[in-house]
């Protein structure tokens, strides 16, 4: 007999999260487990409902609210529960009090277990009343999955989780669908002439993924066109900052695509300048890819990106630095070669999809006090 686990994001875009959430439901074991989604009824998450249909999973649309007047939600939330009765809630958390209301609410439908994953940390103690949220609210997870050392260190020791209900469990990708080859035509689309370099970046246009140092490094690198891939509430300050810096004839917002194995394969260089991460998905995509990466230091990227041996690793906020280093992959081929062959073996070898899905089935059968075979 199948057991249900019902996952539950209240996100209203698609990005790194959404992706890995997409990633745990095709790849279930459904000999084993029946998963289902509730997310946010919202535009932004359309992407991720379509596709947790496609792999046929049932979906339920709720306006999951996050501000304190969500509270009014929970007997929603409590009915929709009962009925899907599941064995195992699955939370994904993109800061520590995400989908705090279904967390309680699961506690108030007796779901048997309750897991947590958290994608980013966010820092909640400077606020009281954010530190007792997160009291309340923790109190109700049995197991949290960080999804880097770094992540479940500061669960550890900036929240205060107790070592035993934190595991770390690493993003991961379908490595298989990153095989495609360099594509001329798209090079030459994007470019002008396919022997110009691209240097390419797949993220949220959002202040924490550090694009306007990207553009500031641009200066510096009159030979290659900048291709940012994503969209948000920062595109129309980034458009403005190209053309005030004169790179803007050199810079390609794309918006959000969905050919991210042939924009990777068809790119010289994979940047991406954040200031903060949990464990991000698009160095992953990168590495499977063998494209060459040039990544801020962040303790978290660091775990994916080995500096000098995967990739090149910067300060965070340093054009300086990201013109740098782009530079020296676009000159050094032998080098971007390294690079490329290390990068496509580490993440075949530890950020695997069948890994992170036999860790994570493991958790819930640990919580449930159920012995694996």
Avoid at 135 to 145: E, F, G, I, W
Wanted: aromatic share 4%; charged share 20%; glycine share 6%.
């Amino acid at each position: 007999m199948t057991r249900t686990v019902v996952h539950v994001s209240d996100s209203r875009q698609f990005g790194g999260t959404e992706q890995v959430i997409l990633e745990l439901l095709a790849g279930t074991d459904r000999s084993a487990w029946t998963p289902a989604l509730i997310h946010q009824d919202d535009a932004g998450a359309r992407t991720l409902a379509i596709g947790a249909r496609a792999v046929g999973v049932p979906c339920v649309a709720l306006q999951l609210r996050t501000g304190r007047h969500g509270i009014v939600q929970i007997p929603q939330l409590v009915s929709t529960l009962r009925a899907l009765r599941p064995h195992v809630i699955h939370a994904h958390l993109t800061d520590p009090l995400s989908c705090k209301f279904a967390l309680i609410a699961a506690a108030l439908a007796r779901v048997p277990a309750v897991v947590a994953t958290v994608q980013l940390f966010m820092d909640v103690t400077h606020a009281r009343g954010r530190r007792v949220q997160h009291r309340v609210v923790s109190a109700t997870v049995d197991r949290y999955l960080a999804v880097s050392q770094f992540v479940a260190s500061q669960l550890r020791e900036r929240l205060h989780v107790p070592a035993h209900k934190v595991r770390v469990v690493h993003n991961a990708i379908a490595v298989e669908r990153f095989g495609d080859r360099p594509d001329d035509g798209l090079r030459r689309e994007l470019t002008g002439d396919a022997r110009r370099a691209i240097v390419l970046t797949v993220a949220r246009l959002d202040v924490q993924k550090g694009h306007r140092y990207l553009l500031e490094a641009a200066v510096a690198l009159p030979e290659a066109i900048f291709v940012l891939v994503g969209d948000g509430i920062e595109r129309a300050a980034l458009e403005t900052q190209a053309h005030e810096l004169g790179v803007a004839s050199r810079v390609r917002f794309l918006g959000e695509r969905h050919d991210i194995a042939r924009l990777l394969a068809s790119a010289d260089v994979f940047v991406l300048p954040s200031l903060y991460e949990g464990l991000p998905v698009t160095v992953l995509e990168a590495m499977a890819a063998g494209t060459p990466i040039v990544a801020t230091a962040l303790d978290s990227t660091s775990e994916a990106v080995v500096n000098g041996a995967t990739g090149i690793l910067v300060p965070p906020a340093n054009p300086t630095a990201l013109s740098a280093a782009i530079r020296r992959i676009l000159i050094e081929h032998d080098l971007a070669a390294r690079f490329s062959a290390a990068g496509r073996a580490r993440v075949a070898t530890r950020f695997s999809r069948s890994a992170m899905i036999s860790a994570v089935e493991a958790v819930y059968d640990e919580v449930l006090h159920v012995a694996r075979p």
